[in-house]
């Protein structure tokens, strides 16, 4: 396997289980402002019909602990995604309310990782690298400068998880991954038909392109 697959920015009970029949390792629900966000409550009813096969992840646009844990709870989260910038303090605090995975986001703008990105490495569980957007803070579908960053990743990532989004497709997700190695794809406006509405044949093809394997 190349990567694993995580399908995000799920709003219907239908594209979450076809997720998980298709072989992703993580879904993901955006509790942040856009156009896929959901409460916590629908949030819960989607990652249901994942099933248990695949980590539950929440994408949120605050970094406030109490906040994050009440709807992780309601949600029933596996994973908690910061990505509203947040620091190693934030990530500390997060972990004093919930006992999962704590994903901290790291939005890029140019060709470089920003100041402050190895000690993000050493104290998640993951690093999201995404494109930044001063519109909204994910599902853009702007790419990431995979090759401008490939030094940077490999001198600070250490043995940290990486995940990567931004801008990913079928047709790119294979010349990322062979460029700067992620454990895992992030992938939610590449896979659509409309903002948050999933398209079958792409979630397919996109698993297929980013494993090495058909999908289930």
């Not at 099933?51 to 029933?76: L, M, Y």
């Not at 990782?113 to 190895?118: C, K, M, S, V, Y």
């Not at 991954?177 to 409309?194: A, N, Q, Y």
Request: proline share 5%; glycine share 10%.
């Amino acid at each position: 396997m190349l990567a694993k697959v995580k399908f995000c920015g799920m709003t219907r009970l239908q594209d979450a289980a076809l997720a998980a029949e298709i072989g992703a390792s993580d879904v993901g629900v955006v509790f942040a402002d856009g156009p896929r966000r959901v409460d916590p409550a629908a949030g819960r009813r989607i990652l249901d019909a994942a099933g248990a096969t695949v980590k539950r992840v929440g994408v949120f646009g605050t970094n406030n602990p109490d906040v994050i844990s009440q709807a992780a709870e309601i949600a029933g989260l596996d994973v908690v995604q910061l990505h509203a910038d947040p620091s190693t303090s934030d990530v500390r605090a997060i972990r004093q309310k919930f006992r999962g995975e704590v994903w901290a986001a790291i939005r890029v703008s140019g060709t470089h990782l920003p100041p402050g990105a190895e000690q993000l490495f050493d104290s998640a569980d993951a690093v999201v690298l995404d494109a930044r957007s001063d519109k909204r803070l994910g599902g853009t579908g702007h790419a990431l400068p995979w090759i401008e960053l490939e030094a940077d990743l490999a001198r600070e990532r250490g043995s940290s998880a990486v995940v990567l989004a931004g801008g990913l497709k079928p047709g790119n997700v294979r010349a990322a991954i062979r460029t700067l190695g992620p454990d895992v794809v992030d992938v939610s406006s590449g896979i659509e038909s409309s903002p948050g509405v999933k398209d079958p044949w792409l979630m397919r093809e996109f698993y297929a392109a980013a494993t090495g394997q058909r999908a289930s």
